[in-house]
Protein backbone atom coordinates (compact mmCIF):
# COMPACT_ATOMS: atom_id res chain seq x y z
CA UNK A 1 0.00 0.00 0.00
CA UNK A 2 1.79 3.12 -1.04
CA UNK A 3 2.12 5.95 1.83
CA UNK A 4 -0.06 8.28 2.41
CA UNK A 5 1.21 12.09 2.45
CA UNK A 6 -1.38 14.05 4.21
CA UNK A 7 -1.89 17.71 3.69
CA UNK A 8 -3.75 20.80 5.53
CA UNK A 9 -6.56 19.77 7.56
CA UNK A 10 -10.26 20.84 6.62
CA UNK A 11 -11.19 21.69 8.88
CA UNK A 12 -9.85 21.15 12.39
CA UNK A 13 -11.34 18.40 13.86
CA UNK A 14 -15.15 19.21 15.02
CA UNK A 15 -17.04 17.35 17.63
CA UNK A 16 -20.29 17.49 16.77
CA UNK A 17 -23.15 17.20 18.99
CA UNK A 18 -26.79 15.33 17.72
CA UNK A 19 -29.38 17.87 17.91
CA UNK A 20 -32.96 17.41 19.10
CA UNK A 21 -34.50 16.83 15.82
CA UNK A 22 -35.78 13.70 14.66
CA UNK A 23 -32.94 10.97 13.40
CA UNK A 24 -32.02 11.17 9.80
CA UNK A 25 -30.12 7.72 10.01
CA UNK A 26 -29.62 5.34 6.49
CA UNK A 27 -28.94 2.24 8.48
CA UNK A 28 -25.91 0.63 9.33
CA UNK A 29 -24.08 -1.86 6.82
CA UNK A 30 -24.66 -5.40 8.99
CA UNK A 31 -21.29 -5.21 9.81
CA UNK A 32 -21.01 -2.20 11.16
CA UNK A 33 -23.51 -3.32 14.36
CA UNK A 34 -21.86 -4.91 17.01
CA UNK A 35 -23.62 -6.56 19.74
CA UNK A 36 -22.26 -4.25 22.75
CA UNK A 37 -20.62 -6.22 25.56
CA UNK A 38 -20.15 -3.19 28.36
CA UNK A 39 -18.38 -5.32 30.70
CA UNK A 40 -15.31 -7.15 28.48
CA UNK A 41 -15.31 -8.18 25.14
CA UNK A 42 -14.28 -11.09 24.65
CA UNK A 43 -10.50 -11.56 23.28
CA UNK A 44 -10.12 -7.65 24.72
CA UNK A 45 -8.96 -6.24 28.33
CA UNK A 46 -12.26 -3.98 28.15
CA UNK A 47 -15.32 -2.85 27.23
CA UNK A 48 -16.73 -2.39 23.45
CA UNK A 49 -18.22 0.77 24.31
CA UNK A 50 -17.92 3.24 27.61
CA UNK A 51 -19.96 5.83 29.05
CA UNK A 52 -18.95 9.22 30.11
CA UNK A 53 -20.99 9.91 33.15
CA UNK A 54 -19.39 12.88 35.00
CA UNK A 55 -21.06 16.33 35.52
CA UNK A 56 -24.38 14.78 35.19
CA UNK A 57 -24.09 13.89 31.44
CA UNK A 58 -24.27 10.47 30.21
CA UNK A 59 -22.37 10.07 26.19
CA UNK A 60 -21.62 6.94 25.39
CA UNK A 61 -18.65 5.86 22.74
CA UNK A 62 -17.60 3.28 21.39
CA UNK A 63 -14.20 1.89 19.79
CA UNK A 64 -15.34 2.38 16.29
CA UNK A 65 -15.06 6.05 17.07
CA UNK A 66 -19.25 6.50 16.96
CA UNK A 67 -21.54 7.22 19.88
CA UNK A 68 -23.94 4.34 19.71
CA UNK A 69 -27.64 4.86 20.80
CA UNK A 70 -27.25 3.02 24.12
CA UNK A 71 -29.14 5.18 26.82
CA UNK A 72 -32.07 4.87 28.30
CA UNK A 73 -33.63 7.31 26.84
CA UNK A 74 -32.78 5.63 23.12
CA UNK A 75 -30.00 7.59 22.09
CA UNK A 76 -26.28 8.61 22.68
CA UNK A 77 -26.19 11.27 25.40
CA UNK A 78 -27.95 12.39 28.13
CA UNK A 79 -28.76 15.43 30.25
CA UNK A 80 -29.64 15.66 33.14
CA UNK A 81 -28.64 12.15 33.69
CA UNK A 82 -31.71 9.61 33.52
CA UNK A 83 -34.12 12.58 31.48
CA UNK A 84 -34.33 13.96 28.51
CA UNK A 85 -31.48 12.76 25.04
CA UNK A 86 -29.49 15.54 23.87
CA UNK A 87 -26.95 13.98 21.64
CA UNK A 88 -28.86 11.49 19.02
CA UNK A 89 -25.74 10.50 17.74
CA UNK A 90 -22.06 12.02 17.09
CA UNK A 91 -18.38 11.49 16.70
CA UNK A 92 -15.44 13.47 14.82
CA UNK A 93 -15.53 14.36 11.54
CA UNK A 94 -12.43 15.65 9.55
CA UNK A 95 -11.07 16.33 5.81
CA UNK A 96 -8.02 16.19 3.92
CA UNK A 97 -6.00 16.96 1.38
CA UNK A 98 -4.43 13.44 0.53
CA UNK A 99 -1.90 12.92 -2.40
CA UNK A 100 -0.99 9.05 -2.89
CA UNK A 101 -1.52 8.83 -6.46
CA UNK A 102 -4.96 8.24 -6.08
CA UNK A 103 -8.72 10.31 -6.49
CA UNK A 104 -10.28 12.10 -5.08
CA UNK A 105 -7.57 14.28 -3.18
CA UNK A 106 -9.75 16.14 -0.74
CA UNK A 107 -11.50 13.36 1.12
CA UNK A 108 -13.55 13.88 4.33
CA UNK A 109 -14.55 10.87 7.05
CA UNK A 110 -15.77 10.49 10.88
CA UNK A 111 -18.46 9.78 12.43
CA UNK A 112 -22.18 11.35 12.54
CA UNK A 113 -25.33 9.23 12.08
CA UNK A 114 -23.14 6.02 10.76
CA UNK A 115 -19.41 5.95 10.80
CA UNK A 116 -16.29 5.37 8.17
CA UNK A 117 -13.96 4.09 11.35
CA UNK A 118 -13.24 0.47 12.84
CA UNK A 119 -11.23 -0.04 15.64
CA UNK A 120 -7.65 -0.29 16.45
CA UNK A 121 -4.78 1.28 15.08
CA UNK A 122 -2.84 1.79 11.65
CA UNK A 123 0.03 -0.47 11.09
CA UNK A 124 2.83 1.70 9.69
CA UNK A 125 6.67 0.39 8.35
CA UNK A 126 7.35 3.52 5.95
CA UNK A 127 4.28 2.60 4.30
CA UNK A 128 1.42 1.58 5.76
CA UNK A 129 1.02 -1.89 5.71
CA UNK A 130 -3.02 -2.83 7.23
CA UNK A 131 -4.42 -2.16 10.22
CA UNK A 132 -4.94 -3.88 14.09
CA UNK A 133 -7.57 -6.44 14.11
CA UNK A 134 -11.01 -4.47 15.32
CA UNK A 135 -11.85 -7.20 17.35
CA UNK A 136 -9.00 -6.62 19.85
CA UNK A 137 -9.72 -3.33 20.79
CA UNK A 138 -11.39 -1.81 23.99
CA UNK A 139 -12.60 1.70 24.92
CA UNK A 140 -10.26 3.23 27.62
CA UNK A 141 -11.71 4.86 30.43
CA UNK A 142 -9.96 6.77 33.98
CA UNK A 143 -11.31 8.73 36.55
CA UNK A 144 -8.66 9.93 39.34
CA UNK A 145 -10.88 9.29 42.09
CA UNK A 146 -11.71 5.54 41.49
CA UNK A 147 -10.16 3.94 43.94
CA UNK A 148 -12.49 6.00 46.12
CA UNK A 149 -15.55 7.21 44.64
CA UNK A 150 -18.64 5.67 45.31
CA UNK A 151 -19.24 3.70 41.31
CA UNK A 152 -22.60 2.25 41.86
CA UNK A 153 -24.05 5.21 40.22
CA UNK A 154 -21.41 4.58 37.30
CA UNK A 155 -22.38 0.95 36.73
CA UNK A 156 -25.89 1.77 36.54
CA UNK A 157 -25.65 4.53 34.30
CA UNK A 158 -22.70 3.04 31.84
CA UNK A 159 -24.72 -0.41 31.63
CA UNK A 160 -28.22 1.26 31.38
CA UNK A 161 -29.70 -0.77 34.75
CA UNK A 162 -31.65 0.67 37.91
CA UNK A 163 -29.31 1.51 40.64
CA UNK A 164 -31.16 -0.87 42.87
CA UNK A 165 -29.86 -3.40 40.99
CA UNK A 166 -26.43 -3.16 41.16
CA UNK A 167 -24.57 -4.96 43.43
CA UNK A 168 -21.33 -4.69 45.45
CA UNK A 169 -19.87 -7.30 43.09
CA UNK A 170 -20.61 -4.96 39.88
CA UNK A 171 -19.26 -2.12 41.47
CA UNK A 172 -15.98 -4.41 41.92
CA UNK A 173 -16.01 -5.18 38.19
CA UNK A 174 -16.25 -1.90 36.86
CA UNK A 175 -13.52 -0.34 39.66
CA UNK A 176 -11.11 -2.78 38.75
CA UNK A 177 -12.25 -2.16 34.69
CA UNK A 178 -11.12 1.44 35.50
CA UNK A 179 -7.71 -0.06 37.67
CA UNK A 180 -6.53 -1.78 34.85
CA UNK A 181 -7.30 0.73 32.51
CA UNK A 182 -4.88 3.32 34.92
CA UNK A 183 -2.10 0.56 35.29
CA UNK A 184 -2.19 -0.21 30.94
CA UNK A 185 -2.98 3.39 29.78
CA UNK A 186 -1.98 3.11 26.45
CA UNK A 187 0.55 6.41 26.56
CA UNK A 188 2.95 5.05 23.87
CA UNK A 189 -0.18 5.26 21.53
CA UNK A 190 -0.76 8.99 22.20
CA UNK A 191 -3.71 8.40 24.80
CA UNK A 192 -2.76 11.86 27.03
CA UNK A 193 -1.65 11.80 30.74
CA UNK A 194 -0.20 14.46 33.37
CA UNK A 195 3.35 13.72 33.54
CA UNK A 196 3.59 14.15 37.91
CA UNK A 197 7.25 13.61 37.99
CA UNK A 198 8.06 14.62 34.37
CA UNK A 199 9.75 11.74 32.80
CA UNK A 200 8.82 11.84 29.68
CA UNK A 201 7.12 8.28 29.57
CA UNK A 202 3.85 7.45 31.48
CA UNK A 203 3.90 5.76 35.04
CA UNK A 204 1.06 4.38 36.75
CA UNK A 205 2.41 4.97 40.20
CA UNK A 206 2.98 8.60 39.86
CA UNK A 207 1.90 10.02 36.64
CA UNK A 208 -2.16 10.72 36.39
CA UNK A 209 -3.61 9.02 33.13
CA UNK A 210 -6.09 11.06 30.86
CA UNK A 211 -6.81 14.81 29.94
CA UNK A 212 -4.49 16.74 32.58
CA UNK A 213 -7.27 17.85 34.89
CA UNK A 214 -10.53 16.00 33.60
CA UNK A 215 -12.93 14.18 35.88
CA UNK A 216 -13.12 11.68 33.77
CA UNK A 217 -11.27 10.51 30.27
CA UNK A 218 -12.66 8.18 27.54
CA UNK A 219 -10.31 7.12 24.88
CA UNK A 220 -9.82 5.15 21.62
CA UNK A 221 -7.51 4.71 18.70
CA UNK A 222 -9.75 3.91 15.26
CA UNK A 223 -8.98 3.98 11.70
CA UNK A 224 -10.77 3.91 8.52
CA UNK A 225 -8.74 1.48 6.33
CA UNK A 226 -10.64 -2.04 4.57
CA UNK A 227 -9.91 -5.44 6.58
CA UNK A 228 -11.71 -8.84 5.82
CA UNK A 229 -14.13 -10.37 7.70
CA UNK A 230 -13.32 -13.48 9.50
CA UNK A 231 -16.60 -14.59 8.98
CA UNK A 232 -17.36 -13.73 5.46
CA UNK A 233 -13.72 -13.68 3.84
CA UNK A 234 -15.03 -10.15 2.69
CA UNK A 235 -13.01 -7.16 2.18
CA UNK A 236 -14.87 -4.19 4.32
CA UNK A 237 -14.18 -0.95 3.15
CA UNK A 238 -15.65 0.63 6.24
CA UNK A 239 -14.43 4.70 5.06
CA UNK A 240 -17.24 4.25 2.54
CA UNK A 241 -20.35 4.26 5.29
CA UNK A 242 -19.71 7.94 6.09
CA UNK A 243 -19.46 9.67 3.31
CA UNK A 244 -18.44 7.56 0.35
CA UNK A 245 -14.50 8.91 0.09
CA UNK A 246 -11.62 6.20 -0.22
CA UNK A 247 -9.71 5.64 3.12
CA UNK A 248 -7.48 7.84 3.83
CA UNK A 249 -5.24 4.92 6.18
Avoid at 93 to 111: H, Q
Avoid at 139 to 159: C, I, M
Wanted: overall charge negative.
Amino acid sequence: MKKRTLGIILPAMLILFGSLLPARSKGYNPAQMPAYNLAKAAGTNGPDAAAMTINNFLIFVDRNGLAPLLSTSGVSGDYPIGTAGIIFQEGVVWGARVRDGSDPVIRVNGSTYETGLKAGKVLYDGNVTGSEDPATRHVWRVRPDYLSAELKSDYAYSNSVPLDMVTDADEADIRAQYGYDWQNWPAHEGAPFEDTDGSGSYNPAVDIPGEPGAAQTVWLVANDLPYIDEWSGDTIDVAIYSYGSPAIG
